[in-house]
């Protein structure tokens, strides 16, 4: 694998990119403080800009590793950000890695999410060196298996009381893709 780290990627509606501090406010105004949106997360909502600008802090400095891919979803229209999607775990051994996501409600249903995934998919398979991409959701959480099955995820299983989300403890879909099932769409 060729680790190259939070790199921006662009799709037709969206900027990958970077955080930076100055992101603090209007990510925690979009989708940190959200209790929609952390609903089927395993963070609370941001109580307070400051948590939002320290979390970001916390991702900014983990930029220094060229193993990490976190980014913000910035609108190329307008230059909003609405929400973000990176690599929350992954395992060189067998070169797969498990995608997490989450966006600002006001945009759920249009795509959006779906194509930033993609780009992700497309990123890490052709440029990083990946094998599998996996990601899981709340099995009460459908909306999100959508997202993953757009994006080609096939499923998995459903492990019974295998998770714990803002809701409890839960059943977690597991879907994955793998290389050459990319290759071959």
């Known amino acids: 694998m060729t680790h190259k780290g939070t790199v921006t990627l662009t799709t037709e509606r969206l900027i990958l990119r970077r955080y930076i501090i100055g992101d603090a406010e209007e990510a925690y105004r ?3 403080s959200s209790e929609r949106v952390t609903k089927f997360l395993t963070w609370t909502p941001h ?19 060229d193993s990490i891919y ?3 979803m910035e609108l190329r229209e307008n230059h909003k950000i609405i929400g973000s999607i990176g690599v929350n775990s992954l395992r ?3 070169r797969s890695c498990e995608v ?11 795509g959006l999410m779906a194509e930033a995934f993609q780009a992700v998919i497309r990123f890490l398979f052709t440029e990083v060196g990946f094998s599998r991409i996996e990601a899981t959701h709340d099995v009460n959480n459908p909306a999100s298996g959508r997202v993953m099955e757009k994006c080609g995820l096939q499923y998995e299983g459903t492990l019974r009381k295998a998770d714990r989300n803002n809701q409890g403890i ?6 994955a893709i793998l290389r050459e099932e990319y290759d071959n769409n």
């Open 170 to 175: 839960c059943d977690s879909v597991h879907r």
């Open 100 to 110: 997490g996501y989450c966006m600002s409600e006001s945009y759920w249903g249009c």
């Open 30 to 32: 979009n989708w940190m």
């Open 92 to 94: 060189e051994d067998v």
């Open 47 to 65: 109580k307070s800009v400051d948590e939002s600008r320290e979390y970001i802090q916390s991702v900014l400095d983990s930029y220094e590793k």
């Open 70 to 72: 976190n980014w913000v």
